[in-house]
């Protein structure tokens, strides 16, 4: 599970790279902010993480860490992860990271990788539309948020890798998926929120929503 994990996420990684849109893009906006580069010693990054849907009667609520071990004087760190509980738990690295928040990209795997389990396709066809979309213009929004009992400014950026797809016809239910990714630099880590919502195609009310939102960091 670890190396599969691993492996995918050096995948998704590769074309979050320089975005030529005139717009603000995921890429200018997450990839490129350095939302990790404040970060000069260990610590445990904690996430909840919240599933739920039309057919979930219950959402499920649980926690998900980030842990940057070591910090290197050039400024790379070490990540493990250690995410969820029980039978879902699942614990992997290191990420050698040093600008970016790699639990962006673990996020984003998570998701591409079930959704392949869901439809049986093949989730290199999800991964892909996912990082065509990093570079495109995005909705871009300012807004205030509150954390930890403050209030700061912070910017939410949306992507719909699918909507204009023509082999997204194969999987209809995703046609409208948008993700969500709420930045700050204000907050630990630079990550406020990240979330993958799928509105029912036909009612347009929500079908599915995944998302992980900063809660603390200790050190």
């Given at each position: 599970?670890?190396?599969?994990?691993?492996?995918?996420?050096?995948?998704?990684?590769?074309?979050?790279?320089?975005?030529?849109?005139s717009?603000?893009?995921?890429?200018?906006?997450?990839?490129?902010?350095?939302?990790?580069?404040p970060v000069?010693?260990?610590?445990?990054?904690?996430?909840?993480?919240?599933?739920?849907?039309?057919?979930?009667?219950?959402?499920?609520?649980?926690?998900?860490?980030?842990?940057?071990?070591?910090?290197?004087?050039?400024?790379?760190k070490q990540?493990?992860?250690?995410?969820?509980e029980?039978e879902?738990?699942?614990?992997f690295?290191?990420i050698?990271?040093?600008?970016?928040?790699?639990?962006?990209?673990?996020?984003?795997?998570?998701?591409?990788?079930?959704?392949?389990?869901?439809?049986?396709?093949?989730?290199?066809?999800?991964?892909?539309q996912?990082r065509?979309a990093?570079?495109?213009?995005?909705?871009?929004?300012?807004?205030?948020?509150?954390?930890?009992?403050?209030?700061?400014?912070?910017?939410?950026?949306?992507?719909?890798?699918?909507?204009?797809?023509?082999?997204?016809d194969r999987?209809?239910?995703?046609k409208?998926?948008?993700?969500?990714f709420?930045?700050?630099?204000?907050?630990?880590?630079?990550?406020?929120?990240?979330?993958?919502?799928?509105?029912?195609?036909?009612?347009?009310?929500?079908?599915?929503?995944?998302?992980l939102?900063?809660?603390?960091l200790?050190?």
């Amino acid at each position: 599970m670890r190396h599969r994990i691993l492996a995918a996420l050096a995948g998704l990684a590769l074309l979050a790279g320089a975005s030529t849109a005139s717009a603000v893009s995921v890429t200018e906006g997450v990839f490129d902010a350095n939302l990790l580069s404040p970060v000069k010693e260990p610590g445990n990054f904690h996430y909840r993480y919240e599933l739920k849907g039309k057919t979930i009667p219950d959402p499920y609520v649980g926690q998900a860490t980030m842990q940057v071990r070591e910090v290197a004087a050039n400024g790379e760190k070490q990540v493990f992860f250690d995410l969820f509980e029980g039978e879902a738990r699942r614990e992997f690295g290191p990420i050698a990271a040093v600008e970016q928040n790699p639990i962006v990209l673990v996020f984003l795997q998570l998701d591409v990788n079930e959704m392949a389990n869901l439809t049986g396709g093949a989730a290199g066809y999800f991964q892909q539309q996912v990082r065509k979309a990093f570079n495109d213009p995005a909705e871009d929004e300012r807004i205030e948020i509150e954390v930890a009992g403050q209030k700061i400014q912070a910017q939410r950026l949306r992507m719909r890798p699918y909507r204009n797809d023509p082999q997204i016809d194969r999987f209809p239910a995703f046609k409208d998926k948008i993700y969500e990714f709420v930045v700050a630099s204000e907050v630990p880590g630079g990550l406020v929120r990240i979330a993958a919502t799928t509105p029912d195609p036909v009612t347009g009310e929500l079908f599915l929503e995944k998302s992980l939102t900063f809660v603390s960091l200790d050190r």
